[in-house]
């Protein structure tokens, strides 16, 4: 609305990201099986002030239901699929989880809200170094980040209970499969780059046996691989 000459740019508020995360899932419910959100997962979207994650520039739309540039030509992700991916690892508060694709460190804060440890990696070192400053000043002690290929995982904190890839790989990381726990959940999109992929779900029986299943279609930016 114009105010007295000038256009008024009020920041999106989060209580209308959280109606907007939950018509979305209801929306999408047949394909992500479920039609809500577990509490633990919603109240970690609620405790995480996501314009804290990303550049002023796009501060006034930190609450809006999509993904905002936050440099490098990378993006923070849409706040739905950040809280579907969180849901679909189907964690506790005594797990440890693993993240591919730190960024700007949202999603990672939003993991930590649910799990005992979170462990980060990122191969933009601006990103990373921004990602672990930022998660150091708001208070988000159980989150590690390292700048490294993620696409071979962080072997020295495995096996993991749940491992989340939010870049595009072409196919699943053979070393993100070993670093998983018998039991273990592996949420990853797989398909081409700068495209549409299919968000998938691997799943580790306790006998080590591995069965994916494909949820939704997502379009993420692609993983890379360093020296490649
Ligand atoms: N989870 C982030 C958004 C991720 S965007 C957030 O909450 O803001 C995807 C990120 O994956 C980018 O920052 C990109 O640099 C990173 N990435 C791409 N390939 C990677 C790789 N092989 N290892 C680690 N990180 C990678």
């Not at 007295?4 to 899932?25: A, F, K, L, N, Y």
């Not at 005594?94 to 993240?99: H, M, Q, R, T, Y």
């Amino acid at each position: 609305m114009p105010v007295e000459g000038h256009w008024r740019i009020e920041m999106s508020d989060q209580s209308q990201m959280i109606r907007d995360i939950e018509r979305e899932v209801a929306y999408t419910r047949q394909m992500i099986g479920r039609s809500v959100l577990s509490e633990s997962v919603m109240n970690a979207i609620r405790q995480v002030p996501r314009e804290a994650f990303v550049p002023e520039t796009e501060r006034c739309f930190a609450y809006d239901n999509g993904p905002l540039p936050i440099g490098c030509g990378q993006t923070i992700s849409q706040p739905y699929i950040v809280a579907l991916m969180t849901d679909l690892l189907e964690v506790g508060d005594d797990a440890v989880v693993l993240e591919v694709g730190t960024g700007s460190g949202y999603q990672a804060a939003v993991l930590s809200r649910v799990v005992k440890q979170v462990y980060s990696v990122e191969i933009i070192e601006t990103l990373s170094i921004q990602a672990t400053a930022t998660l150091q000043k708001l208070g988000y002690h159980n989150v590690s980040c390292q700048c490294v290929d993620g696409y071979l995982g962080w072997s020295e904190h495995a096996p993991y209970d749940g491992i989340l890839v939010t870049a595009a790989a072409v196919e699943i990381p053979t070393p993100l499969i070993e670093q998983l726990k018998p039991g273990g959940r592996l949420v990853i999109p797989v398909g081409p780059p700068y495209d549409y992929q299919d968000l998938i779900v691997v799943e580790k029986s306790q006998t080590g046996e591995v069965r994916e299943k494909m949820v939704l279609g997502v379009a993420f930016v692609p993983l890379t691989r360093s020296g490649k």
